[in-house]
């Protein structure tokens, strides 16, 4: 018996490295495993729709006096009229822009020592004439308190970052970027630093994200074309070395599942790190389709033909503009009356029917798509799935605790602020590039969070600090010289709205169709 078992458990080996000969080692040199074909998605028709008549129907007086105007403004907007159309959208949005607070502080970079204080200045001297000594502390010291007073300030960032790694002080260079890109998160030269900084560090996953990062946010920097190469060499480190890792995980991986076997019967004793790294390896949009497929499998979607093909238009037009083609890119409407939204690996969004029914206009919706199509172009998830244990991370990305082995437990999304910050800054640009007025998503999170609060909605539970979100979302419009006065499509949108409301109210108990099913 033993000596059968001992067979068994050599066969269990011989299979799974001929599994890796025909998996891994292919995946490793390129050949990327196929996405399945997506269900197909109607394409919204201006005729034969059962759209509602009335799209004011449940608004306040108000409400309906805003809407008229700004679709008014649409019209002409959309006849090439844009000063007559930029009179009506300033008269119905100008006064509650002009009334809120905006942050003390600049989002822009400083690049003039001259706008720094007295002091700022002092170190910054102290600072020029100790990297002419090549003394390390007497570069190190003033700069250290001047990026901590100053994080914007690009040129001593530099000098300091430079310093830092030199030492071999790659930690705390590491955390001296991270605050200053939390504050201009798209800036070119820090962003470029980190690679530097990551690379130093063999960090390559992170390295070819960061680099990737660069060309999407400085799309017209002249380095654009070195940085996309020095994505894809990093990204080929992180493949050879994942490979390595996981052929040395397997073989110990394959003696533990027999060994456990041997003792115990169980067959699939510690593959679950093997089966993170292969999916690592087949890269972020393999990762995407086999987690969407399980969200679509589990979970309720929206399936009218009309809902589906708008939102599916809207954020196909977002993401053609996001230099991401190499993505398949989904959306899809999950059937839940709360308002929320996430983004999978590789271009898989997904959001609730509450963010159709809770908005008021195609470019609030809009920059609610291009947040999360944002993410996902970005690399964020598959930068938190890289920092961490898989599972864990998925359980941040997928805000729906219904997923099981996927989201279990989750509180709230684990992005972190740069990040957070990076996809405000890339969706607001994509939202103006698409020729929507780019305080969408702005408007969005204003009107929920006076209607409802911070506690209710569960897109803020999983976004933090909505109010200091509001106020630097409008003060990106503002400084980024973005413009407010471009399409709002309300008409359209509010029929959306009823229509999804109305699908929605079927679904309740105590509804004619809910008590028919």
Do not use: C
């Not at 204080?117 to 390390?136: C, F, L, M, N, T």
């Not at 040129?155 to 030199?166: E, H, M, R, T």
């Not at 130093?200 to 940085?227: C, G």
């Not at 929507?436 to 204003?446: F, R, T, V």
Request: glycine share 8%.
């Amino acid at each position: 018996m033993q000596r059968q078992k001992h067979f068994l458990a050599m066969l269990l080996v011989s299979f799974w490295l001929a599994l890796w000969a025909s998996q891994g080692i292919a995946l490793a040199r390129g050949s990327w495993a196929a996405n399945p074909a997506p269900p197909e998605v109607p394409v919204l028709s201006s005729g034969d729709s059962s759209l509602p008549d009335d799209p004011f129907q449940g608004l306040s007086p108000d409400q309906v006096q805003r809407a008229q105007l700004l679709i008014d403004a649409d019209t002409l907007y959309r006849a090439g009229d844009r000063a007559r159309a930029t009179v009506l959208y300033s008269r119905a949005k100008d006064p509650q822009w002009q009334a809120e607070p905006t942050l003390d502080q600049p989002i822009l970079p400083i690049l003039d020592p001259g706008q720094l204080s007295p002091a700022g200045q002092v170190y910054w001297r102290e600072a020029q004439a100790g990297a002419d000594s090549g003394v390390a502390s007497r570069v190190l010291v003033p700069l250290k308190l001047l990026v901590e007073q100053y994080p914007g300030f690009l040129p001593g960032q530099s000098l300091y970052v430079d310093a830092l790694v030199k030492e071999g002080q790659l930690g705390a260079a590491q955390a001296s970027l991270e605050a200053a890109i939390a504050r201009v998160p798209y800036q070119a030269d820090l962003l470029r630093a980190q690679v530097k900084v990551q690379m130093a560090q063999e960090h390559w996953i992170e390295a070819a994200i960061t680099a990737n990062q660069f060309t999407l946010l400085n799309p017209n920097h002249p380095e654009v074309e070195a940085l996309a190469n020095l994505a894809r060499e990093n990204l080929d480190r992180f493949r050879q070395e994942l490979n390595q890792s996981l052929t040395q995980n397997l073989i110990s991986n394959l003696i533990t599942g027999a060994a456990s076997y041997l003792l115990t019967g169980g067959l699939w004793g510690g593959l679950g790190a093997l089966d993170s790294g292969l999916l690592l390896l087949q890269g972020e949009a393999a990762l995407g389709v086999q987690l969407a497929n399980q969200v679509m499998a589990q979970l309720p979607m929206v399936e009218d033909p009309e809902i589906r093909a708008y939102v599916n238009d809207l954020g196909q037009k977002l993401a053609a503009l996001t230099g991401r083609q190499e993505f398949d890119y989904r959306f899809e409407v999950i059937m839940d009356d709360s308002l929320n939204a996430f983004a999978l690996p590789g271009g898989k969004v997904f959001i609730h029917a509450g963010a159709i029914v809770k908005s008021n206009s195609e470019a609030e919706l809009a920059g609610l798509l291009g947040h999360e199509i944002a993410h996902a172009v970005l690399s964020h998830g598959l930068q938190m799935v890289t920092r961490g244990n898989l599972m864990n991370s998925l359980a941040d990305l997928i805000p729906i605790r219904e997923v099981a082995g996927i989201a279990a437990a989750l509180v709230v999304s684990g992005y972190s602020r740069d990040m957070e910050r990076q996809a405000d800054v890339l969706g607001t640009r994509v939202l103006a590039m698409a020729d929507y007025a780019a305080d969408g998503l702005h408007n969005l999170m204003l009107a929920l969070e006076k209607e409802y609060g911070n506690q209710t909605i569960t897109w803020f539970a999983s976004h933090p600090n909505p109010q200091e979100r509001i106020s630097y979302l409008k003060q990106l419009v503002d400084q980024g010289g973005f413009s407010r006065y471009a399409y709002e499509g309300v008409n359209t949108h509010l029929q959306m709205r009823r229509k999804m409301a109305g699908l929605l109210q079927d679904l309740q108990p105590d509804s004619p169709r809910g008590q028919d099913g």
